[in-house]
């Protein structure tokens, strides 16, 4: 069963614009959350990450919103550019019981036009 | 040069024929980990170790092997591969505590 799910394989946004990329859970026992993004040929790389006692978190142009009481967390970025075109995976941990382990999503493939 | 290293990039084989996909980081890491990555499934987690000498397994087990015998090295072990294995796999570490993971380039693996 898919515990983490991002529903959206892709998403084609303008330069300047915001891109909003979204993810749910399904395990109550996740307390912390994270961002990757995966160029072609390369590794994921962090972008950001949050804990649950926090609702947002912010680094630059990259903010992540979670809203806990609906299993639900968003990634945006703004102003987009053309850099940011690449794989998102979101991944989360249930740090209590699993420790370092992290279950991804799927991922969205984000698009950045120019 | 902080990095996970995997070696080889591409690797394509016949079933059957065992295969090691080697895996080193120069973090002095205690966690390192194998996820496979396909279509529509994202990253799911095959192996895991929290540091020498202790694996564990993860969501996707079947058909592969680990060891641990050096805090640096964790090689993925095909003994058997079967054409389901195609896959791109990449290798991770981290510090403990849920530190952001640090991913290798990734491994194309084609099984025929």
């Known amino acids: 069963d898919q515990q983490v799910k991002q529903n959206s394989p892709s998403l084609s946004v303008q330069e300047g614009r915001i891109s909003i990329l979204n993810c749910d859970y399904t395990?109550?026992?996740?307390?912390?959350f994270l961002w990757y993004k995966k160029y072609p040929a390369e590794g994921p790389t962090f972008l950001i990450s949050?804990?649950?006692?926090?609702d947002k978190n912010e680094d630059g142009r990259f903010t992540v919103f979670l809203n806990k009481s609906a299993k639900h967390l968003s990634l945006h970025i703004v102003p987009s550019q053309p850099g940011d075109s690449a794989v998102y995976f979101c991944?989360?941990?249930?740090?209590?019981?699993?420790?370092?382990?992290?279950?991804f999503g799927e991922g969205t493939q984000l698009t950045v036009n120019p | 040069e902080a990095q996970v290293t995997q070696n080889p990039r591409y690797l394509i084989t016949v079933t059957g024929k065992k295969l090691t996909v080697t895996c080193s980081q120069n973090?002095?890491?205690?966690?390192m980990s194998w996820y496979r990555q396909d279509p529509g499934l994202g990253l799911r987690q095959i192996y895991y170790?929290?540091?020498?000498?202790?694996?564990d397994k993860g969501d996707v087990p079947e058909g592969y092997k680990v060891s641990r015998k050096e805090k640096r090295n964790f090689p993925l072990i095909l003994e058997s591969p079967s054409p389901n294995q195609t896959s791109l796999y990449f290798c991770?570490?981290?510090?403990?505590?849920?530190?952001?993971?640090?991913f290798g380039n990734g491994t194309r693996l084609t099984v025929t």
């Open positions: 991770a570490s981290s510090l403990p505590h849920n530190s952001p993971l640090h």
């Open positions: 395990n109550s026992m996740f307390d912390y």
């Open positions: 949050i804990s649950s006692i926090k």
């Open positions: 991944a989360a941990s249930a740090r209590k019981t699993s420790g370092s382990r992290l279950t």
């Open positions: 973090m002095n890491h205690e966690y």
């Open positions: 170790s929290m540091n020498v000498e202790v694996t």
